[in-house]
């Protein structure tokens, strides 16, 4: 029995899906954790996105402000650090969750999800139409999430196994350390120019507003604060590159733990033929998986640690997944659905053995439709 | 254009709002980029449930009119609200400005303006609109007032009072009761200064009258009694929206001027399946759509192309601003009267509509 055989038998031995009016009762459930929490949002909510905000702030001064003094070993350790976890907090905790729309009930123009920019290469615009619409209307639908495997990666034995993917060990690290530009130009789907679909003037028109964003991010990060600097130009230079390296890296960790655990499953386009509210909470839930950690970690992760949570419930405020996540694993647990969920350290080497295992040809498994 | 617009302009590419609103606030509360913030200086009480506030805005408030009104925005329970108030004075040379409030029971912005708003809070405000605002030559005038609708006639009574009155002014002042009279000794003090100001106030429900206090809902004899040179008065009138219109009745067309503002009332709210007008402000189109479907649908079947993603609700492409009315919720049933972004997908109008579209 090959190991692909053997993922797909544990999958289906770990959930039974619902029939459809036990679905219809899941998903009416589920309604109503929405809507109770919906009704409790207020100042407790504001207070808290502000903090954050007023987090991003202060590590991002006080880390460039340390990287000025970079030529003392510990202030570019620590300056280093700081302004990556400013770039982490800003694009997690609050672009990410804040461009979902979360807070547009505050009415606060900075904090409105058509409008928010943060600092990161992709545009915010291009980030909605991806993530927000695609990656969460289709999520973990074969040929819809364009999230799976991102274009580059073989990560489930659904997906057909070719030659190239042999390096994808290799695309995978460099794909990590250069997360943000991977994510920033998902949409420009490169490959239809490569193949004569789109002309070389249809494709820089589309590159324009990546292009000026990261632009803007270069010369931000590489040429004006290390300029300030003067004669430290290089600390705060390298400074900069190994923040968003980190967050890089860590974003990509995150993000990959998501969706690409051992027990998450695919589903085909025939899924979103009459799908009702039940089942689409069944495939979000199924298709997703959360870490378990501290506060530390849930904050830092941008509440992504609750990826079933936000999944369910991609407009609700993420800090409160935490509190609605034993609910759903309640809900859940009544209805027999498997609520993925485990430490960073195992999920991600679940992660990292699809990586590693569908770089090697497998077994095509054509997917059924579960849900 | 000053040195500083010049450079301000100069750099705004550089500089994003709200980081510069986030450190400048450090230093002062009231510190923007590009809104007109104003900190509560002075509170003051002025009849039952009425208070006044005194406000000093930042350099981006661009003044008004005595007579016209302001867009108020503040924050209850995390969520930012927006009203509109009238000063009840001109603006004062040191640029503070004073808003004369009243608390309307389920009113969430005036109830928090007048029971929570303390000094040192912070409010953004809006550029002033009105049209009920003071020629350059004198006229007689009679200003008409009931309830709040006090507030932008003080304003106007105070600045025409600046210098000796050249012709005859009255004020008509209708209230429920005496406690519910704002500015009494400000009028009254008035009146003693300029002979040619007349002051008289209608109270519609308080038990004890005084000899000078009459009662009734409006009517000519009483203004004929009380202003027998109608004829030849400029009228300004302002209070709620049923007493402005039996005021208007009354003297539109006897007077040599009348003009009215009357508190909007909220927005109709129209049975499912009724057609409401939808005004797309950004694109300048009017139409009409059924009340009950979701807008996104409503707005396509009018052959409209709005952005839109998932038409579940979930992925925010097709939200936008609802300037203003009413719209439901379609899973759950909850309204929203309040201005904010509404989801097209899963929104339907309840009323008149206006959407940034």
């Given at each position: 029995m090959t190991s692909s055989m053997?993922?797909?038998?544990?999958?289906?031995?770990?959930?039974?899906?619902?029939?459809?009016?036990?679905?219809?009762?899941?998903?009416?459930?589920?309604?109503?954790?929405?809507?109770?929490?919906?009704?409790?949002?207020?100042?407790?909510?504001?207070?808290?996105?502000?903090?954050?905000?007023?987090?991003?702030r202060y590590t991002e001064v006080i880390g460039r402000g340390l990287l000025f003094f970079g030529l003392f070993p510990p202030a570019w350790i620590v300056g280093t650090l700081l302004l990556g976890i400013s770039k982490i907090l800003d694009n997690m905790e609050l672009g990410h969750n804040v461009i979902h729309g979360q807070y547009d009930w505050m009415n606060d123009p900075h904090l409105s999800g058509k409008t928010f920019e943060w600092d990161i290469v992709g545009t915010a615009d291009h980030w909605r139409k991806t993530h927000n619409y695609s990656h969460h209307t289709y999520t973990n639908i074969k040929g819809m999430d364009e999230d799976i495997g991102y274009g580059v990666l073989r990560l489930f034995p659904e997906q057909r196994w070719r030659p190239f993917f042999i390096g994808q060990p290799i695309y995978a690290l460099i794909f990590a350390l250069l997360f943000q530009w991977g994510v920033a130009i998902q949409d420009l789907r490169f490959g239809q120019y490569f193949k004569g679909k789109k002309t070389g003037k249809e494709m820089l028109e589309e590159m324009k507003p990546f292009l000026k964003k990261s632009r803007r991010q270069l010369i931000k990060d590489y040429v004006i604060f290390p300029l300030i600097a003067g004669p430290f130009f290089l600390p705060v230079f390298l400074g900069n590159l190994a923040a968003n390296g980190i967050r890089n890296l860590w974003t990509y960790m995150i993000i990959f733990c998501g969706h690409f655990t051992a027990d998450v499953e695919l589903f085909p386009k025939s899924v979103l033929r009459n799908e009702s509210r039940g089942q689409w909470y069944y495939r979000q839930i199924r298709g997703s998986s959360n870490l378990t950690g501290s506060k530390l970690l849930h904050i830092m992760s941008g509440n992504l640690s609750h990826q079933i949570e936000h999944h369910l419930f991609p407009d609700i405020p993420a800090h409160r997944y935490e509190e609605m996540s034993r609910e759903v694993r309640a809900i859940c647990q009544r209805y027999g659905v498997h609520y993925n969920r485990g430490p960073l350290i195992k999920q991600f080497s679940q992660v990292i053995w699809r990586i590693l295992r569908y770089?090697?040809?497998s077994k095509y498994v054509p997917i059924k439709a579960s849900a | 254009m000053t040195a500083s617009q010049t450079l301000k302009r100069l750099v705004a590419p550089l500089v994003?709002?709200?980081?510069?609103?986030?450190?400048?606030?450090?230093?002062?509360?009231?510190?923007?980029w590009d809104r007109c913030l104003a900190r509560v200086v002075e509170r003051h009480v002025e009849a039952r449930d009425t208070?006044?506030?005194?406000?000093?805005?930042?350099?981006?408030?661009?003044g008004f009119q005595p007579g016209q009104h302001l867009n108020v925005t503040v924050e209850v329970n995390g969520v930012r609200l927006t009203r509109s108030?009238?000063?009840?004075?001109?603006?004062?040379?040191?640029?503070?400005?004073?808003?004369?409030?009243?608390?309307?029971?389920?009113g969430k912005v005036s109830q928090h303006l007048v029971h929570s708003c303390q000094?040192?809070?912070?409010?953004?405000?809006?550029?002033?609109?009105?049209?009920?605002?003071?020629?350059?030559?004198?006229h007689a005038w009679l200003f008409v007032a009931a309830g709040s609708g006090i507030t932008p006639i003080m304003s106007l009574l105070n600045t025409l009072t600046q210098k000796p009155l050249q012709q005859p002014a009255s004020l008509i002042y209708w209230a429920r009761t005496r406690a519910d009279l704002c500015f009494s000794e400000a009028l009254h003090k008035m009146t003693e200064n300029d002979p040619l100001l007349k002051v008289h106030t209608v109270l519609t429900r308080e038990p004890n009258r005084l000899e000078n206090e009459?009662?009734?809902?409006?009517?000519e004899s009483l203004f004929r009694n009380l202003v027998p040179d109608l004829e030849r008065r400029r009228i300004y009138a302002c209070g709620p929206h049923g007493f402005v219109q039996s005021v208007e009745s009354l003297l539109a067309d006897k007077a040599a001027l009348f003009q009215a503002e009357a508190f909007s009332p909220s927005p109709v709210v129209t049975t499912a399946g009724a057609p409401v007008n939808l005004f797309l402000s950004k694109?300048?189109?009017?139409?009409?759509?059924?009340?009950?479907?979701?807008?996104?649908?409503?707005?396509?079947?009018?052959?409209?192309?709005?952005?839109?993603?998932?038409?579940?609700?979930?992925?925010?492409?097709?939200?936008?601003?609802?300037?203003?009315?009413?719209?439901?919720?379609?899973?759950?049933?909850?309204?929203?009267?309040?201005?904010?972004?509404?989801?097209?997908?899963?929104?339907?109008?309840?009323?008149?509509?206006?959407?940034?579209?």
């Open positions: 053997t993922s797909v038998l544990k999958n289906s031995g770990k959930t039974n899906r619902p029939n459809d009016t036990q679905l219809a009762a899941f998903g009416a459930e589920l309604d109503a954790l929405r809507e109770r929490t919906l009704t409790d949002l207020g100042e407790r909510d504001a207070r808290y996105i502000r903090r954050i905000y007023a987090a991003v770089s090697l040809p | 994003d709002p709200a980081v510069y609103d986030f450190w400048a606030q450090k230093v002062h509360p009231t510190l923007s208070v006044s506030l005194t406000l000093k805005p930042n350099g981006l408030f661009t108030y009238s000063p009840s004075d001109s603006l004062h040379k040191d640029g503070r400005i004073r808003l004369t409030i009243k608390a309307i029971a389920q000094i040192g809070d912070v409010v953004e405000l809006g550029s002033a609109y009105g049209d009920m605002t003071l020629p350059e030559e004198p009459l009662d009734g809902h409006p009517r694109s300048n189109i009017s139409v009409q759509i059924p009340s009950g479907v979701p807008l996104l649908e409503a707005l396509e079947a009018e052959g409209l192309k709005p952005a839109y993603g998932c038409r579940m609700g979930i992925c925010n492409t097709c939200s936008c601003q609802k300037q203003l009315g009413t719209t439901t919720d379609t899973r759950n049933g909850n309204t929203f009267s309040e201005p904010g972004a509404v989801r097209l997908c899963i929104n339907s109008a309840n009323s008149d509509l206006t959407l940034e579209l």
